[in-house]
């Protein structure tokens, strides 16, 4: 009897296993994309976990756009997707087929500054200069959300800029960190753009 009882115990052990997980390849799966930066098509062939920030800064070597954390929380790596500000390091890719993106090296040359970045030296709007490229981006996209900002590629009359209060570009330029505290001098040169001094 008892021996029948183990039997029927092992039986019923045997049946509870879970069933073996199917073999998972560990290969990457590589994927050709387009991607339009800066108004030039790029055609990669990447691996599809590539995130777009690594796209731009290993495969295109547009290195301006920076990586600060990897994870959303610093905001060195904001570009721009559709007029849309976006954390480059957030999204991957094979996912901007077509899309429109604009990196710091298309807003301005060192011989036709873009607006904002001309703002951001005259107010001496960063120290190291890591975050910058991030803060231009994010500081250009600000004015382009509410509507009357300058285009992205520009020259542009700055005339036509909207005013915003410093307390308004605090919040909507928080999600970039500056760990040299450039804040002020930030405000400072993004309120000169938008038209109105603190
Ligand atoms: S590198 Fe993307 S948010 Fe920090
Ligand atoms: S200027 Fe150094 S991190 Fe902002």
């Known amino acids: 009897m008892a021996g029948s009882a183990t039997a029927g115990a092992q039986a019923l052990a045997k049946?509870?296993?879970?069933?073996?997980?199917?073999?998972?390849?560990?290969?990457?799966?590589?994927?050709?994309?387009?991607?339009?930066?800066?108004?030039?098509?790029?055609?990669?062939?990447?691996?599809?976990?590539?995130?777009?920030?690594?796209?731009?800064?290993e495969h295109l070597h547009l290195t301006g756009t920076k990586k600060g954390c990897?994870?959303?929380?610093?905001?060195?790596?904001?570009?721009?997707?559709?007029?849309?500000?976006?954390?480059?390091?957030?999204?991957?890719?094979?996912?901007?087929?077509?899309?429109?993106?604009?990196?710091?090296?298309?807003?301005?040359?060192?011989?036709?500054l873009h607006p904002m970045q001309a703002a951001f030296i005259s107010h001496d709007g960063y120290q190291c200069g890591y975050c910058t490229p991030g803060q231009i981006c994010s500081a250009v996209a600000v004015l382009e959300e509410i509507g009357q900002g300058i285009p992205?590629?520009?020259?542009?009359?700055?005339?036509?800029?909207?005013?915003?209060?410093?307390?308004?570009?605090?919040?909507r330029m928080s999600g970039n960190i500056c760990r040299c505290g450039a804040y002020s001098n930030i405000i400072e040169a993004i309120t000169e753009v938008a038209g109105r001094r603190a």
């Open 70 to 112: 990897d994870h959303g929380q610093c905001g060195a790596c904001t570009i721009m997707v559709d007029g849309q500000r976006i954390n480059s390091c957030l999204t991957l890719a094979v996912m901007h087929e077509g899309d429109a993106i604009t990196t710091i090296e298309g807003l301005g040359t060192p011989d036709k």
């Open 152 to 171: 992205s590629h520009v020259t542009a009359d700055i005339s036509a800029a909207p005013s915003l209060s410093a307390d308004e570009i605090r919040e």
């Open 15 to 57: 049946g509870s296993e879970p069933a073996p997980s199917p073999p998972r390849s560990l290969e990457p799966v590589h994927s050709r994309v387009r991607l339009r930066v800066n108004g030039t098509d790029h055609d990669l062939e990447v691996d599809t976990r590539t995130s777009l920030l690594d796209a731009l800064r």
